[in-house]
């Protein structure tokens, strides 16, 4: 999901010595990256009121701002402290129209999952799906069972589905994890193994479609 981390090390080298491009650079660099991340995290009925792409400037004209500081500091690896920035974007988005309109957002976003339409989960599927061409058979029972596990992580906690998003749909390593997360390696290793066995068994809860077990 993220840049090619050698390359953009390159980038902060430049802006360090003082290439007035590289930023620019690094934030187109970084865009779409930014934007996946925000159209699969901002809650679904927050998107109903605020445009992806507005959350994803903000992001970037907050971490243009901020650089220099980073560029001191670095205290994570450029691609989290940029997701970090974007995740707080987010959650202000999401105090502001949550305080302005609870109710309303409450029950777009009810309307919203009832049909499995959460973006996260599509992507999440999209990531761990095979994609190599299947019999008609086999694609009926594939759309299936993605159905199953867009249930199924709808009724994880959202620290488990933050977890198994981390890794999966941003795939991130448990040492990015746990850095993002402000774990040690090992917590964060079994807090992802946690998350899976109660995916597993949500998994096995959720009822098939056609009635098979």
Request: no cysteine; aromatic share 4%; charged share 30%.
């Amino acid at each position: 999901m993220w840049p090619d981390p050698r390359d953009t090390q390159q980038l902060l080298a430049a802006v360090r010595d003082g290439d007035a491009a590289g930023a620019d650079a690094l934030w187109d660099r970084h865009r779409a990256a930014v934007h996946r991340l925000v159209a699969v995290r901002l809650d679904r009925g927050i998107q109903t009121r605020v445009d992806v792409s507005d959350v994803v400037q903000e992001t970037l004209i907050e971490a243009n701002r901020r650089l220099a500081e980073y560029l001191a500091h670095a205290p994570l690896p450029f691609h989290l402290w940029l997701r970090q920035i974007a995740q707080d974007r987010m959650i202000d988005a999401h105090r502001r129209h949550r305080t302005a309109g609870r109710r309303s957002v409450d029950v777009e976003r009810r309307l919203a999952s009832s049909d499995y339409s959460d973006q996260s989960a599509i992507h999440l599927v999209g990531q761990l799906q095979d994609h190599r061409e299947l019999t008609p058979a086999a694609a009926l029972l594939r759309q299936e069972l993605e159905l199953r596990f867009r249930a199924a992580l709808q009724q994880l906690d959202d620290v488990d589905r933050e977890i198994i998003e981390m890794r999966h749909l941003e795939k991130l390593s448990n040492q990015e994890t746990a850095l993002a997360l402000k774990l040690s390696e090992p917590a964060a290793g079994m807090r992802y193994l946690r998350a899976l066995r109660r995916l597993r068994a949500l998994l096995e809860e959720v009822p098939s479609l056609s009635g098979a077990s």
